[in-house]
């Protein structure tokens, strides 16, 4: 286990503060998102294991178990957001990301582009953003939690497994 379950770890008050303003903002995206039905792109990043895969929950949201990822930014590459993003909520900026492609869907109201990347890394070294991240936690394929953010599925469905 990477990290204990959402909120079991005691977070300094700046934490607590930043998990706030995150949940806000999310809340005020939603609204946005309602009103606007705005085109999305962005990336989600599998990092696995053998047939284990990286699951993180983050403190805003649905909380759900969800791929690590994020927003791609106006002019970045998908495989620079998914450096960026990595490098921010797991410390993994050295990671070697393939891509495995590209799912399109409609969530919140927002229609989302988002380009699919993979890494094998059994060994890593996570220093987990506590403000964005409540938890981080591997999963067999085979054993996947069943509260499970909207795209999860279609993106492990991407990521080949890799043999022992």
């Known amino acids: 286990m990477i990290a204990p379950p959402a909120y079991a770890v005691e977070v300094s008050v700046t934490v607590r503060l930043r998990r706030l303003g995150y949940r806000l903002a999310y809340r005020i995206l939603q609204v946005s ?22 699951l993180v929950r983050h403190t805003y949201g649905s909380r759900a178990w969800d791929i690590p990822g994020g927003a791609t930014k106006r002019g970045e590459t998908p495989l620079a957001a998914a450096r960026r993003e990595m490098d921010e909520e797991l410390g993994l900026g050295g990671a070697d990301w393939t891509d495995i492609g590209e799912i399109r869907g409609t969530v919140n109201h927002r229609r989302d582009r988002i380009h699919c990347f993979r890494a094998e890394m059994c060994d890593p070294s996570l220093t ?21 953010a909207p795209y999860v599925g279609s993106v492990i469905a991407r990521a080949p497994e890799v043999a022992s």
């Open 33 to 54: 998102w309602f009103i606007r039905r705005p085109h999305k792109r962005g990336v989600k990043c599998v990092l696995t294991c053998r047939d284990r895969v990286l």
């Open 128 to 148: 987990i953003d506590r403000g964005e991240l409540a938890a981080a936690d591997w999963f067999a394929r085979s054993a996947l939690p069943e509260d499970l």
